[in-house]
């Protein structure tokens, strides 16, 4: 009885601490897996220009099934007032988990992947023949590297500006004729023949009223005047 009582606080120690160190083990090994689920989602996200297009894009990851995939959004605030392409936006898709390095340095990673963007500038959302690779996985398969989706690419445009005032046509050549024409006529309107008069005040001076049209009519015939 007194061996019993004298080891009885050990063993309860003893039990103690084993059970402090498994539920320990417990937590760490949920901790690890949590973080390893953590590291597994692509957090990639990025921004580049176009400068060609006078454009600012951004893109980001994220989990399609076994691949992953980038959405790219580009626009141009100043094409919005000049005019020209305003918005661009495109899809990539690739499997990086191909790639080692992927894996081991995951910002290492999405840090070349916007070098490469930047390296294609006028192919963004354009060529699919143009893959975005990471530096460190230029040997990986090119399953591994991101491939556009032509389907996914949309374009907006716009036309800015005021409205232009419409151009002075020229006069038609039939108008200037007409008004060159006109100007060489002179001003319209029945113009007095002078030998005429002459020979209604002669017929006035010289013949009575009631013979006045014969004697106008007689001494017109002697004016040399013509009308």
């Known amino acids: 009885m007194l ?7 050990w063993l309860l120690l003893a039990f103690l601490g084993q059970q402090v160190s498994l539920s320990s083990a417990v937590r760490n090994k949920k901790w690890g897996a949590g973080k390893r689920g953590s590291s597994s989602a692509p957090s990639g996200r990025g921004k580049f220009p176009i400068v060609a297009d006078k454009m600012q894009c951004t893109w980001a990851a994220k989990d399609v ?5 980038l959405t790219v959004k580009c626009e141009n605030p100043e094409a919005r007032v000049t005019g020209g392409v305003t918005d661009l936006e495109c899809q990539y898709n690739g499997k990086p988990q191909l790639c080692p390095a992927y894996g081991s340095n995951r910002q290492r990673f999405w840090k070349q992947v916007t070098r490469a ?10 060529d699919e023949r143009a893959l ?3 530096s460190v996985c230029k040997s990986a398969p090119r399953d591994a590297h991101f491939k556009l989706d032509v389907r996914s690419s949309v374009a907006s445009a716009q036309s800015g500006g005021n409205p232009e005032t419409p151009p002075t046509l020229p ?11 006109a100007s060489a006529a002179g001003p319209a309107g ?11 005040r002669k017929a ?5 009223r009631s013979w006045a049209s014969l004697c106008t009519f007689f001494f017109s015939m002697l004016q040399s005047d013509e009308c």
């Open 190 to 200: 029945p113009t007095a023949c002078p030998g005429r008069v002459d020979s209604k």
């Open 204 to 208: 006035e001076e010289h013949c009575s």
């Open 117 to 126: 963007f930047k390296r294609h500038q006028g192919k963004v959302c354009k």
């Open 3 to 9: 061996v019993l009582c004298t080891f009885a606080p």
């Open 65 to 69: 099934g076994d691949a992953v995939r």
């Open 132 to 134: 975005v690779k990471a």
């Open 171 to 181: 006069p038609s050549p039939r108008s200037t004729s007409r008004a060159g024409a």
